[in-house]
T-cell receptor
Framework: NAGVMQNPRHLVRRRGQEARLRCSPMKGHSHVYWYRQLPEEGLKFMVYLQKENIIDESGMPKERFSAEFPKEGPSILRIQQVVRGDSAAYFC?????????????FGEGSWLTVV | AQSVTQLGSHVSVSEGALVLLRCNYSSSVPPYLFWYVQYPNQGLQLLLKYTSAATLVKGINGFEAEFKKSETSFHLTKPSAHMSDAAEYFCAVSGSEGRRALTFGSGTRLQVQP
């Protein structure tokens, strides 16, 4: 999973603040995925993006959450007005192409704690 | 909808014993199947993947998995467990209904006893 860079690795926010998580995909990858892992649970798909396009956001909560992957720069997962239930590990992943068999590589994760 | 079921949230084996982690999938089309490993406070590392080239897939660290269509299974095995294999293991599927994103199982935590 070397190459997918996420920052910050750890983030603490007070309830009501905003959290911004950044992800730089592996070199040459133009497809980015965001997953959330709650304590003691598996990974839940949130959103799939290509450059400047949201392809599948079926896993995104309807409110407070948004994601973008601009033409230049990293992908951003933004959580507005955070609540304690948003505390989780957020993983970004990337792949080179859009085929379902393409390997998806994961970053080290960003751990969000809401206090 | 595509889905994955991992039987057994916790598996404990002795060092040197066979490791068997179970995964059953549901997919409307021939799936792509993956096993990932996660060490504490780290991201996921790909162990192996099935993309229809061969039913027996060999991965890293001595792991392998066999795709059995008749049983809709993709169980992960390793002949001899090592202490360093202790981790969380996730089975995942993609490809059904045009879903390119991975759908993960709930994970199996492997403990290796000395």
């Amino acid at each position: 999973n070397a190459g997918v860079m996420q920052n910050p690795r750890h983030l603490v926010r007070r309830r009501g603040q905003e959290a911004r998580l950044r992800c730089s995909p592996m070199k040459g990858h133009s497809h980015v995925y965001w997953y959330r892992q709650l304590p003691e649970e598996g990974l839940k798909f949130m959103v799939y993006l290509q450059k400047e396009n949201i392809i599948d956001e079926s896993g995104m909560p309807k409110e407070r959450f948004s994601a973008e992957f601009p033409k230049e720069g990293p992908s951003i997962l933004r959580i507005q007005q955070v609540v304690r239930g948003d505390s989780a590990a957020y993983f970004c992943a990337s792949s080179v192409g859009q085929g379902s068999g393409n390997t998806i590589y994961f970053g080290e994760g960003s751990w969000l704690t809401v206090v | 909808a595509q889905s994955v079921t991992q039987l057994g949230s916790h598996v404990s084996v002795s060092e040197g014993a066979l490791v068997l982690l179970r995964c059953n999938y549901s997919s409307s089309v021939p799936p792509y199947l993956f096993w990932y490993v996660q060490y504490p406070n780290q991201g996921l590392q790909l162990l192996l993947k099935y993309t229809s080239a061969a039913t027996l897939v060999k991965g890293i660290n001595g792991f392998e998995a066999e795709f059995k269509k008749s049983e809709t299974s993709f169980h992960l095995t390793k002949p001899s467990a090592h202490m360093s294999d202790a981790a969380e293991y996730f089975c995942a599927v993609s490809g059904s209904e045009g879903r390119r994103a991975l759908t993960f199982g709930s994970g199996t935590r492997l403990q290796v006893q000395p």
